[in-house]
């Protein structure tokens, strides 16, 4: 074998970097020794895997041909090494999550993985849904939990459990406990939205997009707890997940709009890179997704700590 595992390692993290000096230290490694590595690969092999485009190092024909190959060995050769370590081959796991799945259900997942699994590793990102995507089809991410959609060819999506949304309001606001509104008054009102690129935001604009108007917004935000305050405080109404809104209902700090023209209903889904090496700790990370969600309908049911 004319190659090493090292110059492959190398190679993913310069494409993933775009940069070798991000990529040496990314991987703990001088720059010199990075660089030594890439050129010793393209020149066993006569071959050039990236093109210099300005500061940056961008995969040529050739390189995107290699790059989930070469992930894919890496990720087997990682669950060899932590087999030989006695470690049930689950090695390190880094999964994507978007904002309501990542606050809510992953990190009660990742604690419940890695007691099940106490040699095992898992890095969380919380991420909208536009970035999850772009990092799983990037390989920067072994796995990616979302509530919007993927149309990406190299992406393979697997639903998960269904989710909905509502549109909320503080008690004291005039939309309290005044039953059904009209999508033409909605839009009328103060929106807290979700920022562009999230799931949340993509699924209430396709429900609202038989109707010419727009959403008056007042403010965008990241979070769905901003959010959840913003709307609390009287700035304007908010539309998220039942699941994030479940205790604030039960306490009455918010309550919810009826909105009968509006399909607010959408489904959590798993999503990895159609040429990812599904490894032990990966599909042992997808049977325990499923198991918490075995027999439930909508995630607002999922049982989960309750905060007074």
Same mark, same amino acid.
């Given at each position: 074998?004319?190659?090493?595992?090292?110059?492959?390692?190398?190679?993913?993290?310069?494409?993933?970097?775009?940069?070798?000096?991000?990529?040496?230290?990314? /991987?703990?490694?001088?720059?010199?020794?990075?660089?030594?590595?890439?050129?010793?690969? $393209?020149?066993?092999?006569?071959?050039? /895997?990236? #093109?210099?485009?300005?500061?940056?190092?961008?995969?040529?024909?050739?390189?995107?041909?290699?790059?989930?190959?070469?992930?894919?060995?890496?990720?087997?050769?990682?669950?060899?090494?932590?087999?030989?370590?006695?470690?049930?081959? *689950?090695?390190?796991?880094?999964?994507?999550?978007?904002?309501?799945?990542?606050?809510?259900?992953?990190?009660?997942?990742?604690?419940?993985?890695?007691?099940? @699994?106490?040699?095992?590793?898992?890095?969380?990102?919380?991420?909208?849904?536009?970035?999850?995507? #772009?990092?799983?089809?990037? @390989?920067? /991410?072994?796995?990616?939990?979302?509530?919007?959609?993927?149309?990406?060819?190299?992406?393979?999506?697997?639903?998960?459990?269904?989710?909905?949304?509502?549109?909320?309001?503080?008690?004291?606001?005039?939309?309290?406990?005044?039953?059904?509104?009209?999508?033409?008054?909605?839009?009328?009102?103060?929106?807290?939205?979700?920022?562009?690129?999230?799931?949340?935001?993509?699924?209430?604009?396709?429900?609202?997009? @038989?109707?010419?108007?727009?959403?008056?917004?007042?403010? $965008?935000?990241?979070?769905?707890?901003?959010?959840?305050?913003?709307?609390?405080?009287?700035?304007? *109404?908010?539309?998220?997940?039942?699941?994030?809104?479940?205790?604030?209902?039960?306490?009455?700090?918010?309550?919810?709009?009826?909105?009968?023209?509006?399909?607010?209903?959408?489904?959590?889904?798993? *999503?990895?890179?159609? @040429?990812?090496?599904?490894?032990?700790?990966?599909?042992?990370?997808?049977?325990?997704?499923?198991?918490?969600?075995?027999?439930?309908?909508?995630?607002?049911?999922?049982?989960?700590?309750?905060?007074?």
């Amino acid at each position: 074998m004319r190659y090493t595992l090292r110059q492959l390692e190398v190679f993913v993290a310069v494409a993933q970097h775009e940069s070798v000096s991000q990529a040496a230290r990314a /991987l703990a490694l001088s720059q010199s020794a990075a660089s030594t590595a890439l050129a010793e690969l $393209e020149r066993q092999f006569d071959c050039r /895997l990236l #093109d210099r485009i300005g500061k940056r190092l961008k995969l040529n024909a050739l390189g995107f041909q290699l790059l989930p190959k070469a992930v894919a060995l890496l990720d087997r050769a990682e669950e060899v090494e932590e087999l030989l370590r006695g470690q049930q081959g *689950i090695g390190t796991l880094d999964v994507g999550a978007t904002l309501t799945i990542g606050n809510y259900l992953a990190t009660l997942l990742i604690s419940d993985f890695m007691q099940r @699994h106490p040699g095992s590793r898992v890095r969380l990102q919380v991420r909208n849904t536009r970035t999850i995507v #772009d990092e799983v089809r990037q @390989h920067e /991410l072994d796995l990616g939990l979302i509530e919007g959609q993927c149309e990406e060819d190299d992406v393979i999506t697997q639903p998960w459990v269904e989710d909905e949304l509502a549109v909320f309001c503080s008690p004291h606001h005039p939309l309290a406990n005044q039953g059904p509104v009209e999508l033409d008054r909605l839009l009328r009102e103060a929106w807290i939205m979700r920022e562009q690129g999230s799931g949340t935001r993509l699924t209430l604009e396709q429900a609202a997009r @038989h109707r010419r108007g727009r959403f008056n917004t007042l403010l $965008e935000l990241e979070h769905t707890e901003g959010i959840k305050r913003a709307v609390e405080s009287g700035l304007g *109404i908010g539309c998220v997940s039942k699941l994030a809104l479940r205790d604030a209902f039960r306490r009455g700090s918010l309550v919810q709009i009826p909105t009968p023209e509006l399909d607010l209903s959408r489904q959590f889904a798993f *999503i990895w890179h159609r @040429h990812k090496y599904l490894a032990t700790g990966m599909r042992e990370f997808l049977k325990q997704c499923r198991h918490m969600t075995e027999g439930i309908r909508s995630s607002d049911q999922i049982d989960l700590p309750y905060y007074s």
